[in-house]
């Protein structure tokens, strides 16, 4: 059984009213630990204490390839324990083991080493300007005080990336993960402290949505970094104009798969099942929507369904497990919700449809669904449902899909997959995404900037762009006469 306290300062504490919540195996359903559930006067105390921390003299005066060397340690720290912490995330949050120990943690690793490097190339520059006598410089500061909420999906992977360039700028952070899946979250916070980040510049709050929202309402908090729903960012964005809060909001995702006439149908059924299932469909940047050129849509969908049908389900620990639980038993019923309104629209069920029985029944499995027939106005094919559920559209000319893929709400990613070079260059710039893949999985990298176009959200994380959202531009003028 975990428990997980509070980190302010230099003190792991328990909430102020002493109240805690449970966590939950997705997989069984059965409680594997307890958080502190963070008060209003625990969000004035962490605030108060990431100030501190960010105006200290071990953190302000701590040289750029210093804080380089401690955001390296961080990573090793986080490979050598790696197998401890994979399992706690596949405990927590149920993704399957080759995600959670093959990609995720990998995945955090490497981003803290990326930006390890870019804490001493955090550059200025001088400016000709047409004042006789003077010399104008800029330089580029970090914000302060920076409240980073995380989702559960992958919680400790955008932890990560969000932490790594919010220290390698300078600032001081408050944490708060997802009340579904801490656990993780808290081991990266104690490696952090045994890394040499000094008191102060990392701070812990978990608990539920009332603790997010004191964050974003607090004044003594320079920027919001969130990673969640459209609807929480929408609200974020309104109540942080109130104080003109910096702010990163990185929401769902509706993408779009476009099947070229001479696609490679077998490779496309594999990776589009592939990025459509990752992580039981619980990623903002899943494949859901396929578009299918009308000579090849009976074959693909043929083929999507029985690839669908072969994918191992099971406990995320299980070797050989692809598809695993569902967070929890609101979301299971969210997401069957979905696939009940596609039946009742008209769309066809060609496989799934149903929670797993049997051995599994216990925990949050539902089998991965594939839809044929579905039609743009179908509530399947506009909403994000943040699930395996998969809706395949049949279309006729390029022109037709690029209007239909780009009709949506959402632009965070895309995937074309075709063999011909011309329209792998010419097709993504007419999509309204933030990221276009073509011929392959949704991959992510440190080096690559992440974010969408429209209600996907503002902003870009990763690459040189993070630097960018976690500081400002301060210009100095010299009178040199």
């Known amino acids: 059984m975990q428990s997980a306290q509070l980190l302010i300062g230099d003190e792991w504490v328990s909430a102020s009213d002493g109240a805690t919540s449970e966590t939950i195996d997705p997989a069984t359903n059965t409680v594997i630990g307890t958080f502190a559930e963070a008060t209003g006067a625990d969000v004035d105390a962490a605030v108060t204490s990431a100030r501190a921390g960010f105006e200290s003299d071990a953190w302000q005066g701590m040289t750029?390839?210093?804080?380089?060397?401690?955001?390296?340690?961080?990573?090793?720290?986080?490979?050598?324990?790696?197998?401890?912490?994979?399992?706690?995330?596949?405990?927590?949050?149920?993704?399957?083991?080759?995600?959670?120990?093959?990609?995720?943690?990998?995945?955090?690793?490497?981003?803290?080493?990326?930006?390890?490097?870019?804490?001493?190339?955090?550059?200025?520059?001088?400016?000709?300007?047409?004042i006789p006598g003077n010399l104008t410089y800029q330089r580029r500061v970090p914000l302060g005080v920076c409240a980073l909420i995380t989702p559960w999906n992958f919680p400790l992977a955008i932890a990560a990336w969000k932490l790594a360039p919010a220290l390698a700028t300078g600032n001081a952070v408050i944490l708060k993960p997802a009340e579904q899946t801490p656990l993780s979250t808290v081991r990266l916070v104690?490696?952090?402290?045994?890394?040499?980040?000094?008191?102060?510049?990392?701070?812990?709050?978990?608990?539920?949505?009332?603790?997010?929202?004191?964050?974003?309402?607090?004044?003594?908090?320079?920027?919001?970094?969130?990673?969640?729903?459209?609807?929480?960012?929408?609200?974020?964005?309104?109540?942080?104009?109130?104080?003109?809060?910096?702010?990163?909001?990185?929401?769902?995702?509706?993408?779009p798969s476009i099947l070229c006439a001479d696609a490679d149908i077998d490779a496309a059924v594999m990776g589009n099942v592939q990025g459509a299932i990752f992580n039981t469909g619980q990623a903002c940047g899943a494949?859901?929507?396929?578009?299918?050129?009308s000579s090849r849509v009976d074959e693909y969908t043929t083929k999507l369904a029985a690839a669908a049908d072969s994918l191992a389900i099971g406990p995320g620990h299980r070797?050989?497990?692809?598809?695993g639980p569902l967070v929890s038993q609101e979301h299971l019923d969210r997401v069957h919700s979905y696939v009940q309104t596609g039946r009742d629209q008209g769309a066809e069920l060609v496989t799934g449809g149903s929670r797993v029985e049997g051995d599994l029944a216990d925990g949050f499995f539902y089998r991965p669904t594939v839809f044929g027939g579905v039609t743009d106005d179908m509530t399947i094919a506009r909403e994000e449902i943040f699930g395996p559920v998969l809706s395949v559209m049949a279309y006729d000319d390029i022109d037709e899909v690029v209007a239909r893929a780009n009709d949506t709400d959402f632009g965070l990613v895309a995937v074309l997959w075709t063999k011909d070079l011309v329209t792998a260059h010419t097709l993504p710039p007419r999509l309204r995404f933030g990221t276009v893949f073509v011929n392959q999985l949704p991959l992510i990298d440190p080096g690559a900037p992440w974010g969408g176009f429209g209600m996907s959200g503002w902003g870009r994380e990763l690459g040189e762009y993070s630097i960018d959202g976690f500081t400002e531009t301060q210009s100095t003028f010299l009178n040199l006469t």
């Open 64 to 130: 750029p390839d210093q804080r380089g060397k401690v955001l390296w340690r961080i990573a090793e720290l986080l490979e050598r324990d790696a197998d401890q912490i994979a399992a706690l995330e596949t405990l927590d949050q149920g993704m399957p083991s080759f995600v959670s120990a093959g990609i995720n943690l990998p995945l955090a690793a490497q981003v803290f080493r990326y930006y390890a490097g870019f804490a001493t190339k955090i550059e200025g520059k001088v400016s000709p300007i047409s």
């Open 190 to 255: 104690e490696i952090c402290r045994e890394a040499g980040v000094p008191a102060g510049v990392v701070n812990l709050l978990t608990g539920g949505p009332e603790v997010g929202k004191a964050l974003v309402n607090h004044r003594g908090v320079d920027k919001i970094s969130f990673t969640g729903s459209t609807e929480v960012g929408q609200y974020i964005a309104r109540a942080s104009a109130d104080d003109f809060k910096r702010t990163t909001l990185e929401l769902g995702g509706k993408a």
């Open 287 to 293: 494949y859901t929507r396929f578009f299918v050129h």
């Open 319 to 323: 070797a050989d497990t692809i598809v």
